[in-house]
């Protein structure tokens, strides 16, 4: 294990979830829901988390495009609500500032557009690059200490991202989602990804969301063995399940995704947390796991 690890943060779409009824596009919380989204904020740095992610995921003008009202929106007779970017990212930077600002990192996160880049959908480059401009560029103008690009399934469209993520002076992390073939859903391996992506000067490269941190093992390992670049890790905790007693549960529960977390240290990763299903109890555990593993090596 590195003796440098950074503890990301978990899940902020299925842990605002978990917070309300109203499950909806989760950007839509910092302007509809906003105690909620500083509620998780504050959590996580409770928790020991380092770099945090503001609530700015998916915030991008392709996926506004799709919204549906909310069951707030119906009950007082809004049938579409419309959506800005530039807003949207806005309120979710200023709201990290106020829980964040000193506590933790503030990380701008940015995922895959809703659709797909041409020929296989109807988004060209140029296209791509604006939408991506506009989400990254509100968020900068506030203020971030890193740029989070995550759960990509298509490597051109997250180096176009990137390219963008880069004109600004911060570090920039690239993390793509894998099936359990070890490959993205457009068939790249992770020294593709490595080949695509280390020439551009990014910080971290690695995986999230999609798998287990069981199933993601031999991926990072993959990872290591193609590149000297520190890796970032942030598996799933599983798909909720129902129990003998009907009753919801994660697919991992706080000890086994710890346990198997941790085994992805050995392989050069630096940057830990979790995706979907993992929330702040989950990370509060990784950082009692880390520094307990710390403590043995002397550096704590």
Same mark, same amino acid.
């Given at each position: 294990?590195?003796?440098?690890? @950074? ?20 950007? +839509?919380?910092?302007?509809? /829901?906003? &105690? ?5 904020? /504050?959590?996580? @740095? ?6 945090? /992610?503001?609530? #700015?995921?998916?915030?991008?003008? #392709?996926?506004?495009?799709?919204? +549906?009202?909310?069951? #707030? ?17 806005? &309120?979710?930077? *200023? ?39 506009? *989400? ?5 103008? @506030? ?23 880069? /004109? ?89 995704? @710890? ?42």
């Amino acid at each position: 294990m590195r003796e440098d690890i @950074v503890l990301l943060d978990g899940a902020s779409g299925t842990s605002l979830w978990e917070k309300t009824e109203d499950k909806v596009a989760v950007w +839509r919380y910092n302007v509809e /829901q906003p &105690e909620i989204v500083k509620e998780l904020l /504050q959590e996580y @740095v409770d928790a020991g988390c380092e770099y945090i /992610q503001a609530n #700015t995921f998916g915030a991008n003008r #392709t996926a506004m495009k799709k919204i +549906r009202p909310s069951l #707030t929106n119906k009950a007082a007779g809004i049938k579409k609500p419309k959506y800005d970017p530039e807003m949207i990212v806005t &309120e979710a930077m *200023h709201l990290a500032h106020e829980v964040l600002d000193g506590k933790a990192k503030i990380m701008l996160a940015a995922g895959p557009l809703t659709g797909l880049l041409e020929p296989y959908g109807d988004i060209t480059e140029e296209e791509c690059r604006e939408y991506y401009e506009e *989400h990254l560029g509100a968020g900068m103008k @506030v203020g971030a200490d890193g740029i989070f690009l995550l759960t990509y399934m298509d490597l051109k469209m997250l180096q176009i991202a990137t390219s963008v993520a880069k /004109q600004y002076d911060v570090p920039v992390f690239c993390s793509m989602s894998f099936e359990e073939n070890g490959r993205t859903l457009m068939g790249n391996s992770p020294k593709d990804i490595i080949d695509a992506l280390a020439p551009m000067g990014v910080e971290a490269i690695g995986i999230n969301c999609s798998l287990g941190p069981d199933m993601a093992l031999d991926i990072i390992k993959e990872f290591s063995e193609n590149t000297d670049i520190p890796l970032f890790y942030k598996p799933n905790a599983g798909k909720p399940i129902l129990d003998a007693d009907g009753k919801e549960q994660k697919g991992f529960d706080i000890e086994t995704f @710890v346990d198997d977390v941790m085994k992805a240290l050995d392989y050069n990763v630096k940057y830990v947390g979790g995706c979907c299903g993992s929330n702040p109890a989950y990370l509060k555990r990784l950082r009692e796991k880390i520094d307990e593993k710390k403590k043995e090596m002397g550096v704590l």
